[in-house]
Nanobody
Framework: QVQLVESGGGLVQAGGSLRLSCAAS????????MGWFRQAPGKEREFVAVVSRSGLTTVYADSVKGRFTISRDNAKNTVYLQMNSLKPEDTAVYYC?????????????????WGQGTRVTVSS
């Protein structure tokens, strides 16, 4: 059974930082592209970042480029999202996702597995 468990969310002031983690089990982690998405209240789920299986290729949404960094540790079956210079508009539930196979897709329909999410609240 595949499990993706996010952690690291919380309340932070604007300009602050948080580091999200997602621990994966039940899948071939090194064979999976890993993504982060987020969903704010009343809005659709949106792409944040994705990292390739090797970790060498990353793609970011324009809204987070230069502020967020996605990375992975294949030895620990964990993907991270370092979030700096946080803004109130970053407030959302953040979801970890896994896609079995190659590529760095940005659409949620390409992903096979999802975590339960971790809430991030940025106060102004």
């Amino acid at each position: 059974q595949v499990q993706l468990v996010e952690s690291g969310g919380g309340l932070v002031q604007a300009g602050g930082s948080l580091r999200l983690s997602c621990a994966a089990s039940g899948l071939t982690f090194s064979g999976s592209s890993m993504g982060w998405f987020r969903q704010a209240p009343g809005k659709e789920r949106e792409f944040v970042a994705v990292v390739s299986r090797s970790g060498l290729t990353t793609v970011y949404a324009d809204s987070v480029k230069g502020r967020f960094t996605i990375s992975r540790d294949n030895a620990k079956n964990t993907v991270y999202l370092q979030m700096n210079s946080l803004k109130p508009e970053d407030t959302a539930v953040y979801y970890c996702s896994a896609r079995q196979g190659a590529g760095t897709p940005t659409l949620p329909t390409w992903y096979n597995y999802w975590g339960q999410g971790t809430r991030v609240t940025v106060s102004s």
